[in-house]
């Protein structure tokens, strides 16, 4: 992240940004070190799109992954994950309508491994 901010510092003192971008504000202004380069950024990073994959689902053998095709965390007794972290990437879309599939398929899973209808 220290080389995004240093990377975008560099791009908008370009003279292509003369008289569009006066210098940098707020608390950028004063993050000249790394220690306080890093105190900006975790002060202001954020996401701007709908954060997944990370509790990528794999086929239940695989050495890789953190939740097998029945959606149980591998290794752990008991425990599923039923959000947009399993899906292995960004959606063209809104992640709302795959979340409620994962949610149904995940329904349907746990009423059959407690022998419900």
Known sequence: M?????????????????????GPVGGLVNA????????YIRRN???????????????????????DPDLQVKGVKGLRIVDASIMPFVTAGHPHAPVYI??????DLIKKSWRLR
């Not at 790394?34 to 105190?39: K, R």
């Not at 695989?62 to 939740?67: C, D, E, L, M």
């Not at 994962?102 to 329904?107: D, G, M, S, T, V």
């Open 45 to 67: 990073a954020g996401t701007s799109a709908h954060p997944v994959g990370t509790a990528a689902m794999s086929a239940e053998n695989a050495s890789f992954g953190v939740v």
């Open 2 to 22: 220290r080389e995004a901010v240093r990377s975008a510092r560099r791009f908008l003192a370009a003279p292509a940004w003369k008289d569009y971008v006066i």
């Open 32 to 39: 000249t070190t790394n220690e306080l380069l890093d105190e």
């Open 102 to 107: 994962i949610a149904e398929r995940a329904a």
